[in-house]
T-cell receptor, first 113, second 114 residues
Framework: ETGVTQSPTHLIKTRGQQVTLRCSSQ?????VSWYQQALGQGPQFIFQ???????GRGNFPPRFSGLQFPNYSSELNVNALELDDSALYLC????????????FGSGTRLTVV | GNSVTQMEGPVTLSEEAFLTINCTYT??????LFWYVQYPGEGLQLLLK?????DKGSNKGFEATYRKETTSFHLEKGSVQVSDSAVYFC?????????????FGKGTKLSVIP
């Protein structure tokens, strides 16, 4: 079975720009979540999608938005980038059953300069 | 709200030493509990899990027991190897249908020296 793949692996953007990060879920998974991991910290939940609808959101401003597609792949969009947005962004997929935990991708390292 | 507190690192051990990484949580009801491991430059890998009180999760020689009375989920391994060097994260997901949001601790960096 394929795992979770994310692209790109690294990205450098300028403050004020917009960025789109992509994620392909593990085969058979119908739920995708995005996390932000600042350097030296644990991941922070951004939002979750199930059947193409957002069904949970963490404490992130509206300039963080997402999409889930019929094939369960997903995008994370961030507008008006700020320096504090520099982090590792992790995508995680699962079946709709929390007991099995998530499968995480290797992440996209975003640097805002 | 939900929270996870891990012992602060870094932790440095000699090969074959005993490992304990403490984790306590705050949550209502009975959350599911997880340990994830992150190797340098990589994403998170699920190490083990427990979904109800007194469950013991185990994998690759690591184990952790869900203790409701002490709200703890401490990670242990009897004999660590150099290859266990990584950052370990304790996490919970709250009970209830549709509640899949993971809340993580800050992570504990483990270094094992030969």
């Amino acid at each position: 079975e394929t795992g979770v793949t994310q692209s790109p692996t690294h990205l450098i953007k300028t403050r004020g720009q917009q960025v789109t990060l992509r994620c392909s879920s593990q085969s058979g998974h119908n739920t995708v979540s995005w996390y932000q991991q600042a350097l030296g910290q644990g991941p922070q939940f951004i939002f979750q999608y199930y059947r193409e609808e957002e069904n949970g959101r963490g404490n992130f401003p509206p300039r963080f938005s997402g999409l889930q597609f019929p094939n369960y792949s997903s995008e994370l969009n961030v507008n008006a980038l700020e320096l504090d947005d520099s982090a590792l962004y992790l995508c995680a997929s699962s079946q709709q059953d929390r007991e099995y935990g998530y499968t995480f991708g290797s992440g996209t390292r975003l640097t805002v300069v | 709200g939900n929270s996870v507190t891990q012992m602060e690192g870094p932790v440095t051990l000699s090969e074959e030493a005993f490992l304990t990484i403490n984790c306590t949580y705050t949550a209502t009801g009975y959350p599911s509990l997880f340990w994830y491991v992150q190797y340098p430059g990589e994403g998170l890998q699920l190490l083990l899990k427990a979904t109800k009180a007194d469950d013991k999760g185990s994998n690759k020689g690591f184990e952790a027991t869900y203790r409701k009375e002490t709200t703890s989920f401490h990670l242990e391994k009897g004999s660590v190897q150099v290859s266990d060097s990584a950052v370990y994260f304790c996490a919970l997901s709250p009970p209830g249908a549709g509640s899949y949001q993971l809340t993580f601790g800050k992570g504990t960096k483990l270094s094992v020296i030969p």
